[in-house]
């Protein structure tokens, strides 16, 4: 049975010491990896259409097609479609069949048939004996606390990284869905939580590890504290690898290098060549106030560069880091600041259109908006920008403050599609028209059945537009089916 999936509230951390954080933790007779090491090097067999590690250490070693030269399988299993609900058929090697495919119906969402993603839980246990989520929200959280995956539209599948945090979710696995397999698969196991101390079992957030906190407290009194690869808060003690985390928007996938990218407390690559996390790096060795909370990432694959911005409870704060010399650069970016505070963002080519929904100015002076912005990666600047106008009858009344909307750019229709909630608390669907000037928001209406989350309405870059299928997927909650729209 699964427990409560009530989202814990965030909270800021201090800027001082972080041993004072946590109360005590037990000894552990396990020794840890060196303070170099993000993970330790051992792995072994893995998830279903995968492989993953063994007892939290290992991950996918090599790169698990399908990937970016995917195609529809060619066996005879047609699979089922009966109401809004297509049980897709696979072939051999675990490809939904282009005749399977063919079955599911344009202009309307339709639910996919075995694709929740707690359905790992027992491939998990049964890999890391003893594992357990002491979080409150359970595979729910890994998707709704506000989370987003990592995205690679080529390779037409996405990524949950060690998604969760707080006390929602301790899970720091790593979950891929594959479009082509219409299956979420175990990309890398969470971490052997038997080897964890009581005292972080009990915590009151799984995003900080108090006996990590410790190491770090020395090493800052000794004076031997560096920015890469060294302690910190946001990792296990007892394997090296990432807490879980709410990741915002802050997780990419870096095709150059076949890495995922995670900048959100600190920077952590994980290689999917190697399987394992390989490198960390602080904002600066003075952390407070930078990369906290509300992270929203770009990968400029141009200068190979990650773009950051990140705000919440922290504050405003943004950098550039340099994948190639594994530097912050210093430079800033168009969304830094607090009226871009928990925005939506689409990427589409060059192009990223990050939109803060806007909110009942009778909530406040600092009621969002409805800006927008287009920036084009290459050329590294905002070419359209401003406030959105409103038709059908919607106005900024119809919003409440809130943040963790979601939005996607759907090139047949040259329109972003945004999800965001409603002042009645269910999530709503707009069309927000980029044709206009200025950009248009208005309600949008779908026939049949429209994706929703299990008590949340924190979508993010869960509508994911996959190119090659020519359709939207919408990764839902952990206990819920994905979805799909063709066009």
């Known amino acids: ?56 250490e290992g991950g996918v070693k090599p790169p698990t097609p399908p990937g970016p030269d995917a195609e529809w399988g060619t066996g005879s299993e047609v699979g089922s479609l009966e109401g809004g609900v297509w049980t897709p058929g696979h ?15 344009s202009g309307q969402w339709i639910e996919v048939n075995g694709t929740r993603l707690d359905a790992l839980d027992a491939e998990v246990k049964e890999k890391v004996p003893g594992w357990n989520d002491y979080g409150s929200g359970d595979w729910n959280a890994v998707t709704i606390a506000w989370n987003a995956p990592a995205f690679d539209p080529e390779g037409s599948r996405a990524w949950w ?46 995003s900080s590890c108090p006996e990590s906190s410790a190491a770090y407290d020395a090493a800052v009194a000794a004076g031997t504290l560096q920015e890469e690869n060294d302690w910190f808060y946001d990792e296990v003690f007892w394997d090296r690898q990432p807490t879980a985390r709410h990741t915002y928007s802050g997780v990419v996938y870096v095709p150059k290098t076949n890495e995922l990218v995670m900048a959100v407390r600190r920077l952590w690559r994980y290689s999917r060549d190697e399987g394992k996390w390989v490198y960390k790096r602080l904002p600066a060795l003075e952390w407070q106030n930078k990369l906290g909370e509300e992270s929203l990432a770009v990968y400029d694959e141009y200068k190979d560069q990650l773009l950051v911005a990140s705000c919440g409870s922290n504050g ?142 924190l979508v993010r870059r ?26």
């Open 1 to 56: 049975m699964l427990k409560s999936t009530l989202l814990s509230a965030r909270f800021l951390l201090p800027f001082v010491g972080l041993t004072a954080l946590f109360a005590a933790c037990g000894d552990s007779s396990e020794t840890p990896n060196e303070p170099g090491d993000a993970s330790s090097s051992s792995s072994g067999s893995g998830g279903s259409g995968g492989s993953g590690g063994t007892g939290g």
């Open 91 to 105: 072939d051999e090697n675990g490809l939904v069949n282009a005749d399977s495919w063919a079955l599911v119906p």
């Open 161 to 206: 990284v060690a998604s969760g945090g707080h006390a929602d979710s301790s899970n720091n696995g790593i979950y891929r869905f594959d479009a082509f397999r219409m299956a979420y698969s175990i990309e890398h196991l969470p971490s052997d939580t038997t080897l964890w101390s009581d005292a972080y079992k009990s915590a009151s957030t799984f």
């Open 316 to 457: 405003p704060w943004s950098n550039t880091f340099d994948m190639n010399t594994s530097n912050w650069t210093g430079e800033g970016t168009s969304w830094n600041g607090w009226d871009w505070n928990g925005a939506a963002d689409a990427r589409f080519g060059d192009q990223v259109a990050i939109f803060k929904v806007p909110e009942d100015p009778a909530t406040g002076q600092y009621a969002a908006k409805g800006l927008y912005q287009l920036f084009d990666v290459k050329e590294r600047k905002v070419v359209k920008s401003g406030t959105v106008q409103y038709a059908d009858g919607l106005s900024a009344v119809d919003f409440p403050v809130g943040d963790s909307a979601g939005m996607v750019y759907i090139p047949p229709l040259d329109r972003y599609w945004v999800a965001a909630r409603t002042k009645e608390g269910k999530l709503g669907w707009f069309e927000l028209n980029p044709t206009t000037e200025p950009w248009t928001l208005r309600p949008l209406v779908h026939d049949g059945t429209l994706p929703t989350l299990d008590g949340s309405t």
């Open 462 to 487: 869960r509508i994911l537009w996959m190119p090659k299928l020519d359709a939207l997927v919408f990764l839902g909650s952990g206990t819920k089916n994905i979805m799909v729209y063709r066009f």
